[in-house]
């Protein structure tokens, strides 16, 4: 079983609507959670950084985070075709020093 | 943030030969990070290099497969040796930022390697 399951999609939605996505970890000792967006033949880009449960919201983001159940959702309010891309969970420990574990990444394709 | 930059972009190598790619970073950083993403999978970390230091390499991933040198706080080179098709991937490196925070990582564009 991998430490952080993401389902890859494709995900797609119209403009203008809500994108939720999701990834769930079976390691308790996850304490930061980070959502990348990655452009295709780009790198990683950090989009949304939290270490405690409950929402964060920047923009149009919202970053959600449960511990209790394992399970963090990133939710994108008023998707344009620029949000299309490969969103990425990533968790570290408290003492990991930046070793990060990813999900597989989500496809997200915004039609106008 | 920091900017990154990475040679080659993109390399197609026989089975066997060696190619060492370069991580060029435009501050001074004390953690580098080398991370690994074949086709359809997860970022996968293959090693932290620190100056001054021998790099500290995950499992599954040992110093002969992967050499990494870190001459100073600005660039790092990692080579994939004895290439064979299961090494096609994009290698990235990343850095975290200079405040400090080490899971706020800051990646390069990636290396696209195709062994045939």
């Known amino acids: 079983q991998k430490e952080v399951e993401q389902d890859p999609g494709p995900l797609s939605v119209p403009e203008g609507a809500i994108v939720s996505l999701n990834c769930t970890y079976s390691n308790s000792a996850f ?8 452009y295709s033949r780009k790198g990683p880009e950090l989009l949304m950084y939290t270490y405690s449960s409950g929402n ?5 983001f919202t970053a959600q985070v449960d511990k209790s159940s394992k399970y963090i959702s990133l939710f994108i309010r008023d998707s344009q ?6 969103y990425l969970c990533a968790m570290g420990q408290a003492d990991s020093w930046g070793k990060l574990q990813f999900g597989a990444g989500t496809q997200v394709v915004v039609t106008p | 943030s920091a900017v990154i ?18 991580c060029q970073v435009d501050s001074q950083v004390t953690m580098m990070f080398w991370y690994r993403q074949q086709p359809g999978q997860s970022l996968t970390l293959i090693a932290t290099a620190n100056q001054g230091s021998e790099a500290t390499y ?18 790092s080179t990692l080579t994939v040796s004895n290439m064979s098709p299961e090494d ?7 850095v975290p930022p200079t405040s400090g ?6 990646f390069g ?6 062994v045939l």
Do not use: H
């Open chain 1, 56 to 60: 964060k919201e920047d923009g149009r």
């Open chain 2, 5 to 22: 930059s990475q040679k080659p972009s993109r390399d197609i190598c026989q089975r066997g030969t060696s190619l060492t790619i370069q």
């Open chain 2, 101 to 106: 925070d080490y899971n706020e990582q800051f």
């Open chain 1, 31 to 38: 304490q930061y959670f980070m959502w990348y967006r990655q």
């Open chain 2, 109 to 114: 564009p990636g290396t696209r390697l195709t």
């Open chain 2, 88 to 94: 096609s991937s994009i290698y990235l490196c990343s």
């Open chain 2, 58 to 75: 995950e499992s599954g991933f040992v110093i002969d497969k992967f050499p990494i040198s870190r001459p100073n706080l600005t660039f």
């Open chain 1, 81 to 86: 075709p620029s949000d299309s891309a490969t």
